[in-house]
Nanobody, 129 residues
């Protein structure tokens, strides 16, 4: 069982930046963190959860069109941590951001939240206008 804990959310003005983090922990018998595809999703009030970004086992990255060029996902396997650097934030980026992990996901499913087995509790990001 993988546990994911997000941190770093908060209130920021439009145009500002924020970096959120997600630390993974698992029993020693579990696969190494580097074996997991890591994703970030977000859910605004009253809306469905949407894909934000994903990073593969070889650190290949994937972004939604809404954040491409503004957000950067990265991972530090030594720290079992994935980051989401968010720049040029907009009020429409306001949401709860969730970290997700999966060991067996395939490339074509990276954007599907139903494909991930493990989820964090979420961290709130609020962008004021």
């Amino acid at each position: 069982q993988v546990q994911l804990v997000e941190s770093g959310g908060g209130l920021v003005q439009a145009g500002g930046s924020l970096r959120i983090s997600c630390v993974a922990s698992a029993p020693s018998s579990a696969p190494s963190f580097r074996r997991y595809v890591m994703g970030w999703f977000r859910q605004a009030a009253g809306q469905e959860r949407e894909f934000v970004a994903a990073i593969g086992r070889t650190s290949s990255t994937y972004y939604s069109d809404r954040v491409k060029g503004r957000f950067t996902i990265s991972r530090d396997n030594a720290k079992s941590t994935v980051y989401l650097q968010m720049n040029s934030l907009k009020p429409e980026d306001t949401a709860v951001y969730y970290c997700a992990a999966d060991q067996s996901i395939i490339l074509s499913d990276y954007r599907q939240y139903t494909a991930y087995d493990y989820w964090g509790q979420g961290t709130q990001v609020t962008v004021s206008s």
